[in-house]
C-alpha cells in the first residue's frame, strides 16, 4: 500500500474511524471480526476437493510454468469452445512467473489472466508487515503472551498462527483506544499522533494499527466478500 495514494489515505482513514465507532459501542467485547479464538477448533471445516494433477511439475522454473500453462489452456479450451479468457490462481511464486510470462510473450498468454491466491495475498501482506514491526512491536506483544513460538522470519505454513496474533493484538488495541477517557477519536489518526508525540510506546501501536493492523483486517475480509470490480480494484491498493 503505497501511504501516499489518495485512495489509499481515504480507505486507511475509513477502516480507522468505522472500526473505532463499532468498538466503542461495545468496548468490553468487541473484537475483530474474522478472529473467534477458540470456536476455530470446534467449528465444522471447510469442505475442499482435491483434483488430480494435470502436470506433474514443479513451479520454480519458468518452464515448468509454461508447461502448466499449456495444460490448462488446452483443458480449458477443450472443454469450453468460444471460451475468451482463462483465469488461473497460483500461489506468489507461479503468480510471479505467470506475469512475467504474460509480460514477456503477450501474444501467447494475452487470454491468461493471473491472479494470486486469497490465502497468499494475506500471507505476503502479513509476512512484509511482520518484518517490519516485529523488533520494534511486536516481538515485545508475543513475549507477554506466551507465544515465543513466534519468530521474525517465517514460512507461509506458519501463516495462522501470525494471523490469530494480529487478530488478538488489534482486538486489544482497539479496545485500549476506544476506552481511554476525553479522547476525541473523531479526529483520527494525525491527532492522535499528535496527542502522543511525546511517548514513543504509543506512537508506534498507533502506527501499526493505522499503517498494518487494521488494513490487514480490511484485506481479510474483503477477499471473502463476493467478487466485484469494486472489490478487485480495493484488493489491489
Same mark, same amino acid.
Given at each position: 500500500?503505497?501511504?501516499? *495514494? ?5 480507505? !486507511? ?7 473505532? &465507532? ?7 467485547? #468487541?473484537? !475483530? ?5 477458540? &470456536? ?24 515448468? *510454468?509454461?508447461? !502448466?500453462?499449456?495444460?490448462?489452456? *488446452? ?8 471460451? @475468451? ?36 495475498? $494475506? ?35 506458519? #501463516? ?17 483506544? $476506544? ?15 499528535? &496527542? ?6 504509543? &506512537? ?15 484485506? +481479510? +475480509? ?13 484488493? @489491489?491498493?
Amino acid at each position: 500500500m503505497d501511504p501516499a *495514494n489518495p485512495a489509499v489515505i481515504t480507505l !486507511c482513514a475509513q477502516l480507522f474511524r468505522d472500526t473505532i &465507532q463499532s468498538c466503542m459501542e461495545s468496548p468490553e467485547t #468487541w473484537q !475483530c471480526d474474522l478472529y473467534e479464538g477458540d &470456536q476455530r477448533k470446534i467449528g465444522r471445516p471447510t469442505p475442499f476437493e482435491i483434483w488430480e494433477p494435470l502436470v506433474h511439475t514443479g513451479t520454480t522454473s519458468y518452464q515448468d *510454468n509454461k508447461e !502448466c500453462l499449456i495444460a490448462i489452456d *488446452n483443458k480449458v479450451m477443450t472443454e469450453n469452445l468460444g471460451n @475468451l479468457a482463462t483465469i488461473v490462481v497460483g500461489d506468489q511464486q507461479t503468480f510471479d512467473r505467470m506475469v512475467k510470462l504474460r509480460r514477456n510473450m503477450p501474444f501467447t498468454y494475452k487470454h491468461i489472466i493471473p491472479f494470486n491466491g486469497e490465502m497468499h495475498f $494475506a500471507v505476503h501482506f502479513l509476512h512484509a508487515a511482520w518484518r517490519l514491526y516485529y523488533g520494534p512491536c511486536l516481538q515485545f506483544f508475543a513475549e507477554r503472551l506466551k507465544m515465543e513460538y513466534l519468530k521474525e522470519d517465517w514460512t507461509p505454513k506458519n #501463516w495462522s498462527y501470525y494471523d490469530d496474533f494480529v487478530m488478538i493484538l488489534v482486538t486489544a488495541i482497539v479496545r485500549w483506544l $476506544a476506552s481511554l477517557p476525553g479522547l476525541n477519536h473523531t479526529e483520527g489518526i494525525d491527532a492522535l499522533l499528535e &496527542q502522543s508525540s511525546q511517548n514513543a510506546d504509543t &506512537q508506534m501501536l498507533l502506527h501499526f494499527l493505522y499503517d498494518v493492523g487494521l488494513p490487514y483486517v480490511g484485506l +481479510r +475480509r474483503l477477499l471473502r466478500r463476493q467478487s466485484s470490480r469494486e472489490m478487485r480494484k480495493e484488493s @489491489l491498493l
